[in-house]
């Protein structure tokens, strides 16, 4: 299992690191790019990464970077059921990203505006087919 931080702060391992940019244009499309750097492979990424707790009166989520990926951990505050999920896949642009995780046939994305970054929507998809759509504060970094 894998040891995760949630936080701003990037863990780096052996052979490549993550670094964000500022974005060239306010809706230029969130985009990965591999750069080798002082012979090591740097990931950038355009989009702002978001991290913290949010959560509402149902759902928590932990979002964050760990080892140059996206973590995700949901959870059901009524049940204490849990997923944690990693990616690296994202779309969006820089002034909407949406981070996207999958499981399985359900996938789960998390999207906030840039300009409020104490607010997420959390949707799940089953199939296809949208099962929840809903808004989370942020409750803590």
Known sequence: MRKALI???LI??????????????????????????S?????VNNCPPISGVFQNGRWQVRFGLAAG???????DRRTGSAIELYSREMRGNTRRP?????????TYTVTYQTNDQDTI???VFQG?????NQLLT????
Do not use: D, H, K
């Open 7 to 9: 936080g701003s702060a």
């Open 12 to 37: 780096l391992g052996a052979s490549s690191a993550l670094t964000v940019l500022e974005p060239v244009s306010a809706a230029e499309p969130c985009a990965f790019s591999t750069q080798r750097i």
């Open 39 to 43: 012979g090591r492979n740097i990931t």
């Open 69 to 75: 990926e996206f973590l995700y951990i949901g959870t």
């Open 98 to 106: 949406v981070y996207v995780f999958r499981n399985r046939n359900t």
């Open 121 to 123: 929507r959390l949707e």
């Open 128 to 132: 296809g087919r949208r099962q929840l």
């Open 138 to 141: 942020r409750v803590s970094n």
